[in-house]
Each structure stands twice: as structure tokens, then as C-alpha cells.
């Protein structure tokens, strides 16, 4: 079942495992009282990451991966798995009624996102949150991926006999990494896949992924600029603080740069965990969820 991280982590005890899946590897956590962290690079060509198509170019080559992990020798089969971005579509609905039912909100959503997303929304898989109401206006945060995207992903950790009942993206995960409070924007690069969240008070204003020419700093500030104008003029102020995520070797330089441009306070984001790159910031804040609700 696809669900997005907004789920309540409370309910139910968390996974054995948890896995997020880039297009160089899977990072891999066993959950227990000391968490193992562990990294198993794909050969090249095994996943390409795309909204519109088949991402698992190799299944052998997955399945391969998942295997060398092993992760079929895991007594408690219960696991979570986290997506790139890139092969979900993220969005934020504003709602001036939001109705209580779930077929109902469900429907609803649907029916939004229908002329926003370029394949079958009705057939593809959809999960969503919706976020506290202000003076009855409600903010819905929506991911949905075409099912021909997501069960290739799931595939090989069922045929080892794991079962990823909770299913997110990166992104998404990765914000137990930044703080809760004020105005901020998340960067987060993966290759050249640039995604940004804007979150107000811990509420999610705003969700883009997009695919840039290039990973450079010139893209990825022509980007950023038009975003910090759209939350100034939509939300009432200017953005405090950018955070960034998988920059690696060039976060000093990205955050010299877009301090200067920006006029606002950048860092990058952290785990005590370790350093979040480009293919474990959803993992790792995953991780941070847990041990922040249980």
C-alpha cells in the first residue's frame, strides 16, 4: 500500500527494516536497539528514476541488490520502503471544505489532481494527508504514482519475503530532518532531480520536484529564486531559513552562494546518524521519526 510519511508512525510498532531505493543503490537500516546502517550499490542501468515510466530497467539486477542485503535471512519480514522522488508526483491542494469521509476526500483529490498529472489518476496509486484546518481552510498534502512504477519497486522485497507496508518518498522523510518551526524551505538534490518543500509552522505549503538541465548551482538557483518570491507574495512573509540536502562537496559553496543571493539564513540539514547524502536523507529521516515517536 502506498502511504505517504504523514501517516501516523504511533499506531503500530515500527518495521525491522527500512530500505530507500536511489538510482545508485539501496541504503538499508535494520531497526533495533543499535541501528545498522548499510549501503548496496546497483550495477549501472538497474534503476532509472522517471514519473512516466517503468523505473526498474533490470529486475534481476534489483533483486540481486536486495539479496546481498540480506534481507531474505530477516526473521520480521515487516519493512519500509522509500522512493525517490522523482517517480511520484507531490503536490499541495488547498481546500475551502474538506469533506470527512475518506472515499469522499479520496474522490475529491482525485478529481484536483486529474488535469495536473500526465497519466491515469483514477488506476494510480494515491495517498494523502490532510493537514490541520485553519478557519476551515485545509492544506492536503497528495503523492500518487502510476501502479506500473510502484510494483516493480516492491517486487523484489516481496519475492525474498519482506512486506513494505509503508511506502514513502524521499523527500517526504527526509523533513524529520528540519525544523518544525517558522517559514523554511527544503532543497533536497538527488543527481539532478531538485526537489523543494516549503513548510510553515510544520505544515507543508508547498511540494515541487523537477528535473534540471544540469545539478550546477546556476540551475538550481533560477530555481530557487522565483520559489522565494512565490512564498513572500503567497504566504505572507519571506522564507527564514533554506535548508539543503544532498549537496555533498559543494554544500559550503552552495551555502555561501544562496545566502548571498537569497538574504537568508542557509544550513545544511543533519542526522545524528551521520551526514544525509543524496541516497539515504529519507532513510535517515525516517530513522529520526522513529525515535522521535516511540
Not at 206 to 221: F, K, N, V, Y
Amino acid at each position: 500500500m502506498f502511504l505517504d510519511k504523514f501517516k501516523s508512525l504511533l499506531e503500530d510498532p515500527p518495521p525491522a527494516t527500512a530500505f530507500e531505493i536511489s538510482q545508485d543503490g539501496i541504503a538499508a537500516a535494520r531497526i533495533a536497539s543499535k541501528t545498522e546502517l548499510e549501503f548496496q550499490p546497483f550495477k549501472p542501468g538497474v534503476v532509472t528514476v522517471s514519473p512516466l515510466q517503468e523505473n526498474v530497467v533490470d529486475p534481476a539486477g534489483f533483486l540481486e541488490a536486495v539479496k546481498a542485503l540480506g534481507a531474505a535471512q530477516m526473521k520480521r519480514k515487516d519493512a519500509a520502503l522509500i522512493l525517490p522522488d522523482y517517480c511520484a508526483r507531490l503536490a499541495v491542494l488547498d481546500f475551502d471544505n474538506f469533506p470527512t469521509d475518506p472515499k469522499e476526500q479520496a474522490a475529491l483529490v482525485r478529481f484536483r489532481l486529474k488535469r495536473s498529472v500526465p497519466f491515469d489518476v483514477e488506476s494510480a496509486a494515491l495517498s494523502f494527508c490532510a493537514q490541520p484546518a485553519i478557519e476551515k481552510h485545509v492544506d492536503v498534502v497528495v503523492a500518487t504514482m502510476p501502479l506500473e512504477i510502484l510494483s516493480p519497486y516492491e517486487a523484489p522485497f516481496r519475492a525474498v519475503g519482506l512486506n513494505p507496508g509503508l511506502v514513502t518518498v524521499s523527500s517526504l522523510a527526509a523533513l524529520d530532518l528540519a525544523p518544525d518551526t517558522g517559514l523554511n524551505v527544503m532543497a533536497k538534490l538527488s543527481r539532478n532531480v531538485l526537489s523543494l518543500l516549503v513548510r510553515e509552522k510544520g505544515r507543508v505549503k508547498l511540494a515541487r520536484c523537477l528535473e534540471l538541465a544540469s545539478p550546477g548551482l546556476d540551475d538550481i538557483s533560477s530555481v530557487l529564486l522565483p520559489t522565494f518570491v512565490y512564498v513572500e507574495d503567497n504566504l505572507g512573509g519571506r522564507a527564514e531559513r533554506l535548508l539543503l540536502c544532498g549537496f555533498g562537496a559543494r554544500t559550503d559553496e552552495a551555502q555561501r552562494r544562496f545566502q548571498e543571493e537569497l538574504g537568508v539564513e542557509v544550513e545544511p540539514v543533519r542526522s545524528p546518524l551521520g551526514t544525509p547524502a543524496e541516497t539515504n536523507a529519507g532513510l535517515l529521516g525516517y530513522l529520526r521519526s522513529i525515535a522521535r515517536n516511540n
